[in-house]
Structure formats: structure tokens, C-alpha cells
């Protein structure tokens, strides 16, 4: 399954400067862990945004936002965002910045 590489970019021109981000293929795309947890990804052409169980709710009220049950079993703590949706840099930067408070308090892996 290709995967937006639009998006993918521009993820990583955000996520690059933060120290222990790396892409991997994952997924059927490509997600960025941080210091060693998934933070966000790209999957065809939706953001993958790991939000956490807390913000779970919040996150789905957002638009474009469903749920990620890329197994057939949803994901808590996870979304799917609408490519469409964070086709503007402003709202890609909130998406990052919600995922990043969750992964933040993660500890290392």
C-alpha cells in the first residue's frame, strides 16, 4: 500500500530538529518514533496520531478524525485524521503537538 509521502515529508521537516526521531516503515507507511515510541504516522493518505487514552475523545470530536483500527480492533489512544484535514501546516502542528504531550511523558524504549 503506498502511502502520502507529501505528508510524510512534511511530518519529518517538523519532527526533525527533535532529538531521538526516527522513521520506519510500518504500517503499509511510515510512522516516527520518539525516543523509541510511535508518536505519528502516515498511512495512504491519513495522519496516524497517537493521542493516548485520555485524549482519546477529544480527539475524535476533532474533524476529519475516526477511529485507528487498522486490525480490526480499535486503538485506544489512537486516531486516524483525514488527510485532508491536516492539509494545512497549522493543523498538522496540532496534531504533533497533541501526540507529543502523550509520548513525552512515555519513558524511553
Same mark, same amino acid.
Given at each position: 500500500?503506498?502511502?502520502? /509521502?507529501?505528508?510524510?515529508?512534511?511530518?519529518?521537516?517538523?519532527?526533525? !530538529?527533535?532529538?531521538?526521531?526516527?522513521?520506519?516503515?510500518?504500517?503499509? @507507511?511510515?510512522?516516527?518514533?520518539?525516543? @523509541?515510541?510511535?508518536?505519528?504516522?502516515?498511512?495512504?493518505?491519513?495522519?496516524?496520531?497517537?493521542?493516548?487514552? /485520555?485524549?482519546?475523545?477529544?480527539?475524535?470530536? /476533532?474533524?476529519?478524525?475516526?477511529?485507528?483500527?487498522?486490525? @480490526?480492533? !480499535?486503538m485506544?489512544?489512537?486516531?486516524?485524521?483525514?488527510?485532508?484535514?491536516?492539509? /494545512?501546516?497549522?493543523?498538522?502542528?496540532?496534531?504533533?503537538?497533541?501526540?507529543?504531550?502523550?509520548?513525552?511523558?512515555? !519513558?524511553p524504549?
Amino acid at each position: 500500500m503506498a502511502y502520502d /509521502e507529501g505528508l510524510a515529508h512534511r511530518l519529518g521537516d517538523v519532527l526533525g !530538529p527533535l532529538p531521538g526521531v526516527v522513521a520506519k516503515k510500518m504500517f503499509g @507507511g511510515v510512522v516516527f518514533m520518539w525516543n @523509541g515510541n510511535m508518536l505519528v504516522g502516515v498511512m495512504g493518505t491519513d495522519l496516524i496520531a497517537r493521542v493516548g487514552p /485520555e485524549a482519546h475523545a477529544d480527539a475524535l470530536a /476533532e474533524p476529519g478524525a475516526r477511529v485507528f483500527d487498522f486490525t @480490526g480492533r !480499535p486503538m485506544k489512544g489512537w486516531v486516524v485524521v483525514d488527510g485532508a484535514a491536516v492539509s /494545512e501546516d497549522s493543523a498538522l502542528d496540532d496534531w504533533i503537538a497533541r501526540c507529543r504531550d502523550f509520548v513525552e511523558a512515555l !519513558p524511553p524504549k
